[in-house]
């Protein structure tokens, strides 16, 4: 059924620290390892070596420099996946119920068997986050690696998403964002999780934190002000030089 | 968005069909037997061919049946589902006209209502998105169903109608074109709220996620031929609208009448391209487009 649950018990997804993500894409690989041979039709690539390769896949990485308005530029990695919305605007969408987000955990799933690969839920979302697969002609989007997280064949600290496992630096982290008292919940509030495009009204349960704040070294050496350069006009030469382009 | 064939072929096709099926419920013209065959002939092909070529860009259009289930919550199951009926409600009424020469006249009515609501139902597709800002507006499905009707009454040889429906058509395709080039702007969403990192500075999209290119790029960052954006809005305004209505104008005759309908067929096939082709999604912003 595409319309959605009222309310879910749990809130499962990820939280993402822009903070501390070094863009390795670590997770961009281990995403389409674990997924391409489990949960649904595979992440098919086209011409993967020809001239002009593409593929599918669940997570990508983008990375942007921002300028502030004084200091040097930062560049930040953004990892991108779905973000398993409340209000999920690629559910209530789709036409053959194939699209549903789960009332025990808020995951949002797409029932392959139903999917008629109109592609209207991608038109939908407005993260990029679902990718029509090429080769099935069927939807893509991140499970949150559900065939993982349940997974009593698997040693428990392997049971989270594929990304999480993999991630290098820690910037990854999943668990109940409906759980106030979460490792998750904690995090977000003592970073100020954000959402992204909140204004569109998704209400999405993956949160982003903010890269801190760069440390400003203070001035603290009393004889750096004797230390300035002395000369402001050139002398010898480009002295000479100076005046006679400035004649011209 | 990507301007698909079949998709301009589709709605294009689909909305003057059940726009002339909207015209033929109401018993206008109240034709019988073989005229009102050919006319509900042209009706049904028009409609029906519209929909056969909306399913070629299925990736797995064998399952449509199951497209029929979701009409509590999606626009794209609501209008199948009102083509269907308003096909099978205006058939029945069509049998009745083409076999019996008989107007079973409130089946037509009911059909008509159903065909209208089908127009609306394909226009909704587009105008729920609030992830494409120009299409997000009211202006989407008084558009569609202003053309719709009108070339429907073309179709119907339903003259002064069609001329007066062209000509709200214009206005409100002005009005579209006018508040659509602002409708992105006025969204407030940008890269600094796509990526949440606006509060910090100016945001650049700085290294794409992948040298190559994406589904998401291919679908919903169509930038190829939107230099040519205002002329082609002048062909399309032009033949679609302007002398369409200066044909009927001059002459009611069934030569100008046909010339005027062609000419708005083609003018609506230049207008549709450019109604997918100029729509900007967001996604883009992460990718540093429009």
Redesign the interface.
């Known amino acids: ?3 959605l649950p009222q309310s879910t018990q749990k809130k499962l997804g990820l939280v993402i620290d ?1 903070d501390t993500c070094v863009g390795c ?1 670590a997770c ?1 690989v281990s995403c389409k390892g674990w997924n391409t041979e489990n949960y649904g039709a595979p992440l098919s690539d086209q011409d993967a070596y020809g001239a ?6 669940l997570n ?10 004084v200091g040097p ?4 990695h ?1 990892p ?1 996946s779905c973000l398993h919305c409340d209000d999920a ?1 690629c559910v ?7 699209s549903y987000k789960r009332q025990e955990d808020g995951i949002v799933l797409v029932n392959e068997d ?7 839920c ?7 986050a679902r ?4 080769a ?4 893509k989007k991140c499970t949150l690696c559900v065939d993982r997280i349940y997974n009593e064949n698997l040693p428990e600290e392997d049971r989270v998403p594929s990304c999480v496992r993999t991630c290098p630096s820690g910037a990854r982290h999943f668990g109940d964002l409906a759980d106030e008292t979460s490792d998750v919940s904690l995090l977000v509030a003592a970073r100020d999780g ?8 998704t209400k999405p349960v993956n949160k ?1 934190l ?2 801190r704040p760069k440390d400003v070294i203070p001035e603290f050496d009393i004889l750096a002000p004797y230390l300035e350069p002395v000369a402001t006009t050139q002398k010898g030469f480009l002295g000479w030089l100076d005046k006679a382009l400035e004649k011209i | ?1 990507h301007p698909a064939g079949s998709v301009i072929i589709f709605t294009v096709a689909s909305g003057l069909g059940f726009g002339l099926l909207t015209w033929l419920g109401l018993g206008l013209p109240n034709t019988v037997g073989w005229a009102a065959f050919w006319h509900y002939a042209v009706g049904f092909s028009l409609a029906g061919g519209g929909l056969l070529a909306s399913t070629f ?5 064998q ?2 049946l ?5 009409w ?6 609501r209008e ?1 589902c009102l083509s269907v009926a308003a096909m099978a409600v205006l058939g029945l009424f069509a049998i009745g006209l083409i076999f019996f020469r008989v107007s079973w006249q409130p089946l037509g009515y009911i059909g008509a209502i159903l065909a209208v609501l089908t127009i609306i139902a394909t226009s909704m ?1 587009y105008a ?5 800002p120009r299409w997000n507006h009211w202006t989407t499905p008084i558009l569609f169903l202003l053309l719709s009707l009108g070339g429907g009454a073309l179709l119907a040889f339903q003259t002064l109608p069609g001329l007066l429906l062209l000509a709200l058509a214009g206005g409100v395709q002005l009005l579209a074109w006018y508040l659509g080039d602002g409708r992105f702007q006025k ?3 940008d ?1 600094g ?5 606006g ?12 040298t ?5 790029l291919k ?2 960052v169509h930038q190829v031929g939107r230099k040519h954006a205002v002329k082609l809005r002048f062909i399309a305004f032009i033949m679609m609208i302007l002398i369409p209505i200066g044909l009927l104008i001059i002459s009611h005759a069934v030569p100008i009448v046909v010339l005027a309908l062609v000419l708005h067929v083609i003018g609506t096939f230049v207008q549709r391209w450019l109604f997918f082709a100029e729509a900007e ?3 883009g912003l ?2 540093g487009k429009r």
């Open positions: 059924m595409t319309t822009l894409h961009v002009e390769p593409s593929g599918t896949f990508r990485v983008h990375s942007y420099e921002v300028q502030p308005e530029a930062q560049l930040i953004f991108k605007p209530t969408v789709c036409p053959t119920g194939a139903a999917c008629i690969g109109c592609g209207l991608a038109w939908a979302c407005p993260y990029g990718e029509m697969d090429q099935a002609g069927v939807m954000m959402d992204l495009m909140p204004e569109l009204g982003y903010p890269p | 968005m860009h299925l990736g797995n259009p399952r449509f199951k497209a029929f289930s979701q509590r919550s999606s626009w794209l199951s199948g597709i729920q998105l609030k992830t494409v969204s407030g969403t890269i709220t796509a990526t949440g990192l509060v910090l500075g100016k945001v650049r999209a700085f290294e794409p996620p992948h190559g290119n994406n589904y998401l679908e919903m999604h967001v996604v992460y990718y």
